[in-house]
């Protein structure tokens, strides 16, 4: 089985000037994968390859030095030790964005991303086919979600949201429709950090609310 190693980034990188580009992080376990990622990012145009992990613990001790712009990261977020030291590696990180990966279709983990402050929770495929878009989306306001997640939140949203307040529908439906935390915050005409803030207390209700389950 082909396994990416660091001396294949660096080779990719000789044959392009990679001190202008903004820096990502990938925590990928499978090397298949991890492969796929890194060569979707190395071709876009404004972004490289720092440097990548295959496990957390991997990770901890060393990723505060690669100084990321973006943190691509697969972890299974319903495992709660998983969580409990993604939270330690994240306030390694404090100032850079999170994008999660998966590949399975889970609401649940979109409110576990969003207690991450991550800046995109999108199917591995998805990520893959619009790496650039997707890259330059986060980083310029984030929030990104897949289509799928998109639908079955917008099924939840119907059921419950009459309970939430004006800015909370608003947020909501935006996000459904793929907006991200800069167009959400113009829309209501308020910060990104505000934004972010409405989105996370919209659905930590309707965790309260529905079956959504981390």
């Not at 697969?74 to 999660?100: A, G, M, Q």
């Not at 113009?186 to 934004?195: D, G, V």
């Not at 309707?206 to 981390?214: F, Y």
Request: glycine fraction near 4%; charge should be negative; charged fraction near 25%.
């Amino acid at each position: 089985m082909y396994d990416y190693n660091h001396t294949d980034i660096s080779i990719a990188r000789q044959k392009g000037n990679s001190d202008m580009k903004k820096r990502v992080v990938v925590l990928e376990s499978n090397p298949l994968l991890l492969k796929r990622i890194i060569e979707a990012i190395e071709n876009t145009t404004e972004w490289v390859v720092a440097n990548y992990y295959r496990s957390i613990a991997e990770a901890l001790p060393r990723i505060a030095r690669d100084q990321a712009t973006l943190f691509i990261a697969d972890v299974p977020l319903h495992d709660y030790e998983t969580f409990r030291k993604f939270t330690i590696l994240k306030s390694k990180i404090p100032f850079t964005n999170i994008v999660i990966l998966h590949d399975q279709n889970k609401p649940g983990d979109l409110l576990t991303a969003l207690r991450l402050s991550a800046g995109g929770y999108i199917l591995h495929e998805a990520f893959l086919e619009d790496c650039d878009i997707t890259l330059e989306s986060i980083f310029h306001g984030g929030l990104v979600i897949s289509a799928a997640i998109a639908e079955d939140l917008h099924e939840v949203y119907m059921a419950y949201s009459h309970l939430f307040n004006e800015q909370q529908a608003i947020a909501t439906s935006l996000l459904i429709k793929g907006k991200n935390y800069e167009a959400i915050a113009h829309t209501l005409e308020i910060s990104i950090e505000s934004a972010k803030r409405i989105i996370y207390d919209t659905f930590t209700l309707l965790e309260a609310e529905s079956a959504i389950r981390i």
